[in-house]
């Protein structure tokens, strides 16, 4: 049974803070990770994708990849209200489905 | 990314009823799913629908509650029958695009079911 841990949050920062959601995953064969971020009553939005370990940035977003530890962290810099939603993690093991976290709810307050 | 559209966006019925989704994407694709996602929950994979052939079920999930057609490679429905109050949920359907290392997947903005 693969499994992908969040903390399910709420996650309160100050605008302006940095934001660190974290993610954990069961199955150490696992080769692509992804963060969605769904807002309210709307459905998920990918973010960021990340493959090999490491960081990867994309604007105020970072992606931090360690297999050895199996997990994933999304670094969301100079948080806005905006930014305020519940964010997805998803795991997937090359040719199977998506395995999805729970999600943690961000809030980011003015 | 892909256009993808579902009908209805919403809908309130009665218990005892069915209710037919539609999803439609803007260009072809190979892998089409459908989650369901209730309040305050993750999402949960329902099946994947295979076109020119039956779906595939997730466990937990049977034909005859959640019958899938997919009739070509940028449609397909989800069929959600004899609905109870606890099938109330966002029913959401979703895409497989090839990106630079792995496919990405893409989601419709999600069907809103009440069931009374």
């Known amino acids: 049974q693969k499994e992908v841990e969040q903390n399910s949050g709420p996650l309160s920062v100050p605008e302006g803070a940095i934001a660190s959601l974290n993610c954990t995953y069961s199955d150490r064969g696992s080769q692509s990770f992804f963060w969605y971020r769904q807002y309210s009553g709307k459905s998920p939005e990918l973010i960021m994708f990340i493959y090999s370990n490491g960081d990867k940035e994309d604007g105020r977003f970072t992606a931090q990849l360690n297999k050895a530890s199996q997990y994933v962290s999304l670094l969301i810099r100079d948080s806005q209200p905006s930014d305020s939603a519940t964010y997805l993690c998803a795991v997937r093991y090359y040719g199977q489905n998506f395995v999805f976290g729970p999600g943690t709810r961000l809030s980011v307050l003015p | 990314s892909a256009v993808i559209s579902q009908k209805p966006s919403r809908d309130i019925c009665q218990r005892g009823t069915s209710l037919t989704i539609q999803c439609q994407v803007d260009s072809q694709v190979t892998m089409m799913f459908w989650y369901r996602q209730q309040p305050g929950q993750s999402l949960t994979l329902i099946a994947t629908?295979?076109?020119?052939?039956?779906?595939?079920?997730e466990s937990g999930f049977v034909i005859d509650k959640f019958p899938i057609s997919r009739p070509n490679l940028t449609f397909s429905t989800l069929t959600v029958s004899n609905m109870s109050p606890e099938d109330s949920s966002i029913y959401l359907c979703?895409?497989?695009?090839?990106?630079?290392?792995?496919?990405?997947?893409?989601f419709g903005p999600g069907t809103r079911l009440t069931v009374l």
């Open positions: 979703s895409v497989y695009l090839a990106g630079g290392e792995d496919n990405e997947q893409f």
């Open positions: 629908a295979n076109q020119g052939s039956e779906a595939t079920y």
